[in-house]
């Protein structure tokens, strides 16, 4: 089990507490990366949701896959994104410092 660290960046911590509250946690500290896996449901449930507010297109992650303009007619850019965070997920832990 890999365990779930506040990194103390208020953007990245709301996430995580957001995270928590989705995986039915009592609180952060209950977290683990399998809950973390099974809210993100493959990726698609985020990219549905960070793909919603268009209000916020262009004050958040310009270059994103899904806010980027010229990637608007892209059938696949919900499928490309929820890969790209899949990834990360399952990537985590096993970081190589060099």
Do not use: W
Not at 30 to 37: I, N, P, S, V, Y
Not at 48 to 57: A, C, I, L, V
């Amino acid at each position: 089990m890999t365990e779930i660290i506040l990194t103390g960046n208020q953007y990245v911590d709301n996430g995580v507490a957001t995270i928590a509250a989705l995986g039915n946690c009592k609180g952060i500290e209950d977290l683990t990366l399998r809950k973390m896996k099974n809210v993100d449901d493959h990726g698609m449930k985020l990219a549905r949701n960070n793909d919603r507010p268009k209000s916020t297109r262009l004050t958040f992650q310009i270059n994103s896959i899904l806010t980027n303009l010229k990637f608007n007619n892209n059938k696949n850019r919900l499928k490309n994104y929820a890969k790209i965070t899949t990834a990360i997920l399952n990537n985590i832990g096993h970081e190589q410092n060099e």
